[in-house]
């Protein structure tokens, strides 16, 4: 099977701050050795094959991996790499090409709704990636105000927002209730403690 290939793929991500020594890795693993997202969420997860599929410039396939949406930029597996890569920065970079496309974040990330949120700052301060910033803009019916805003870059759909928000002015696309949130929050500690 042929798969398609933008010639400049690999370019294009060395090219992006923090993604310069993409082409120094030499596919030892350590990477995915390392991560807890395939050791604990997903093992089809793996910043290697990333980034093999980078360095051949499969841009496709980059833009359809699961790693490209699911790095939680942790870094644990910076400090590991023998060639001091920053992982997550290569695959930061690989996100922002698909963002720069077109491309659509998979996860079912959060969504503020504008006509209701009043700029408490709470999602702010809970959502533990950072991916809540309060913005002034237009907004339809209410002018120029302060709303929350969601970088669907950063968003790991963990829900957090959305349990916070006493306006219930942040959603996720798969809605889930504040028992699910936190019931699978002591879930995934009790795993973490046994
Ligand atoms: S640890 Fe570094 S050199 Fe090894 S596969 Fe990962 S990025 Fe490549
Ligand atoms: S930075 Fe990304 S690839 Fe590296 S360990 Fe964290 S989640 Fe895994
Ligand atoms: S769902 Fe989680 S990661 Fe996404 S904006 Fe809300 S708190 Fe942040």
Redesign the pocket.
């Known amino acids: 099977m042929n798969l398609p290939v933008n010639t400049n793929f690999a370019e294009q991500v060395k090219a992006i701050p923090g993604a310069e020594k993409l082409m120094m890795c030499f596919s030892c693993g350590t990477c995915t050795s390392k991560c807890m997202i395939q050791e604990k969420l997903e093992p089809n997860y793996n910043p290697r094959r990333l980034i093999r599929e980078t360095v051949f410039n499969f841009e496709e396939t980059a833009f359809t991996d699961e790693t490209t949406w699911l790095c939680t930029a942790c870094d644990l597996c910076y400090p590991a790499c023998p060639q001091k890569i920053h992982i997550s920065a290569v695959i930061t970079a690989v996100k922002q090409l698909a963002f720069e496309q077109g491309r659509q974040n998979p996860n079912q990330?959060?969504k503020v709704v504008e006509a209701t949120c009043v700029a408490c700052g709470l999602?702010e301060s809970?959502?533990?990636?950072?991916?809540?910033k309060l913005v002034e803009k237009k907004v339809p019916f209410r002018g120029m105000i302060t709303v929350a805003s969601?970088?669907q870059g950063?968003?790991?759909?963990?829900?957090?927002?959305?349990a916070?928000c006493r306006s219930d002015s942040?959603r996720?696309n798969q809605d889930f209730n504040d028992n699910e949130i936190l019931g699978s929050l002591w879930g995934w500690l009790e795993s973490e403690a046994a």
């Open positions: 990330t959060a999602c809970v959502c533990p990636y950072q991916a809540i969601v970088d950063k968003c790991m759909a963990c829900g957090m927002c959305t916070a942040i996720l």
